[in-house]
């Protein structure tokens, strides 16, 4: 089949298929594109992520025709990927299918098989624990319930899962009242090394006191990355209405105080109640 007949025969396929054949003639060596042909695992991980995170903005801002564009764009990073392990005789994107497959049937025995669990909490147990299983499986040399924790998360949700890990095998505070002291001691802490001085002692303890932070709103059920990204939206929304009203002013921040730019503040925060 020369090229152009390739070209014509994409008319007849739809989905997924269609997709892969567009991914398997962008990799040609000789008709492909030049930017696709040259990638490689290491060089298309940054657009990977920056696809997830253009998908995760799509749902806060609950725009579902975006989100559609965008999990099409996520999508085509599992293709790229499954093509390139193609060409390699590593994997295809039907393994990485079949694999994702066997790996939920797994973590499920209570729907696809006779086990039995009367909480969600006993189902989550069993789903860490035949994740511990599998690390064991697949290199019996991981012997921690932190092993394979990615040092490339984002530093709150790496908190968090380490955090998970470490409660699924008891190490955990009982309830949110042992997390919230910690914060305080936490808190006193960070106080004494900025009296002190000490720029290096004082990240260290600014880093236990947002680790001890992750611990509580773990403990409430709410994820820390989910609570600083509504956050950032927060300040992000009311800061552009304080430059709005400074406009109105026919002014500038830069030209006002503080206290002034406080008001205007408290005005936007008073409109939003």
Not at 209 to 227: C, M, Q, S, W
Not at 258 to 270: A, F, Y
Request: hydrophobic share 40%; net charge negative.
């Amino acid at each position: 089949m020369d090229w152009q007949q390739k070209i014509e025969s994409l008319q007849q396929l739809k989905g997924l298929e269609k997709l892969e054949q567009i991914m398997v003639m962008l990799r040609d060596p000789k008709h492909g594109c030049p930017w696709d042909i040259k990638q490689t695992f290491a060089t298309i991980v940054p657009y990977t992520i920056e696809e997830a995170y253009e998908v995760a903005d799509a749902i806060e801002r609950e725009d579902f025709e975006d989100l559609k564009k965008e999990l099409g764009d996520l999508l085509f990073q599992v293709v790229f990927y499954g093509q390139m392990a193609k060409e390699q005789d590593r994997f295809d994107l039907e393994s990485i299918a079949e694999a994702m497959c066997d790996k939920l049937i797994s973590r499920h025995p209570h729907v696809f098989s006779d086990a039995e669990f009367d909480s969600e909490e006993k189902i989550n147990a069993n789903w860490e624990q035949t994740k511990a299983n599998e690390r064991q499986a697949n290199d019996p040399r991981q012997t921690s319930v932190l092993d394979d924790i990615p040092l490339a998360m984002p530093a709150l949700s790496r908190a968090y899962k380490m955090q998970k890990r470490a409660a699924s095998v008891g190490f955990d505070w009982p309830d949110v009242t042992g997390a919230f002291d910690k914060i305080e001691e936490e808190v006193d802490e960070v106080k004494a090394e900025i009296a002190a001085g000490d720029k290096q002692k004082l990240a260290e303890e600014l880093g236990d006191l947002y680790f001890a932070l992750t611990n509580v709103t773990r403990h409430l059920g709410i994820k820390p990355e989910d609570a600083l990204r509504a956050a950032n939206n927060k300040f992000e929304r009311r800061f552009r209405q304080v430059e709005a009203k400074a406009h109105e002013k026919q002014t500038q921040l830069q030209q006002m105080s503080l206290q002034q730019m406080d008001e205007l503040w408290d005005q936007v925060k008073r409109s939003e109640d």
